[in-house]
């Protein structure tokens, strides 16, 4: 595809059920990144992909956070158990050469209630 | 916390002015890049300055790095209103792997 692209672009979900956010990377970038932004911040940095190597789990909040990525296309985030402060938007981005140039998805917004 | 932090955390100028933002950090970083953002999501790429590097130029943007005092500054020059936007430094650690964001600066340009 042209961009990234990252579905849904809006969930809802209740307290306590589980979510899947999906990211489709531009084809050829070895780097996918997930980020988080609530409203009115920064971004956090949740987890990277790199080619074949292990992926940098370090900003994941918690073990109710888990993402994928097969060979170099598709990503998914899952958060198990949402909870409130879940709320935010998911951004995705992809980049040829590891952080520098980054990508961004149009980021899905996720809320919990 | 937070490696970049951007100043002033909003800025409000007139069509045709010059807006400058900065951005301070706290470690050595391998590079440093400027994104924008409107609406409160996707990101856009606008410039990357290396540790070497001290001053460079995109159309009517301007980055300058010192890394002695551990900051940056975006310029942009004859501002318009599509301009209105959230911009972000983000910031490569040398050692580190992630690249971090700061708050943002948001820039309103009155027409």
């Known amino acids: 595809g042209a961009g990234v692209s990252q579905s849904p672009s809006n969930k809802v979900t209740e307290k306590g059920k589980d979510v899947e956010l999906r990211c489709d990377p531009i084809?050829?970038?070895?780097?996918l990144y997930w980020y988080r932004q609530r409203l009115g911040q920064g971004l956090e940095f949740l987890i990277y992909f790199q080619g074949n190597s292990a992926p940098d789990k370090s900003g994941l909040p918690s073990d109710r956070f888990s993402a994928e990525r097969t060979g170099e296309s598709v990503s998914t985030l899952t958060i198990q158990r949402t909870q409130q402060e879940d709320s935010a938007v998911y951004l995705c981005?992809?980049?040829?050469?590891?952080?520098?140039?980054?990508?961004f998805g149009s980021g899905t917004q996720l809320s919990v209630l | 916390s937070q490696q970049g932090e951007e100043d002033p955390q909003a800025l409000s100028i007139q069509e045709g002015e010059n807006a400058t933002m900065n951005c301070s950090y706290k470690?050595?970083?391998?590079?440093l890049q400027w994104y924008r953002q409107n609406s409160g999501r996707g990101l856009v790429h606008l410039i990357l300055?290396?540790?070497?590097?001290r001053e460079k130029h995109s159309g009517r943007l301007r980055v300058t790095l010192d890394t002695s005092k551990k900051s940056s500054s975006l310029l942009i020059t004859a501002s318009r209103a599509a301009d209105t936007a959230s911009y972000f430094c983000a910031t490569e650690e040398t050692s580190g792997s992630r690249l971090t964001f700061g708050e943002g600066t948001q820039l309103t340009v009155n027409p």
């Open positions: 981005a992809s980049s040829l050469v590891l952080n520098e140039k980054l990508f």
């Open positions: 300055i290396r540790s070497n590097e």
């Open positions: 084809s050829g970038h070895t780097a």
């Open positions: 470690t050595s970083i391998n590079n």
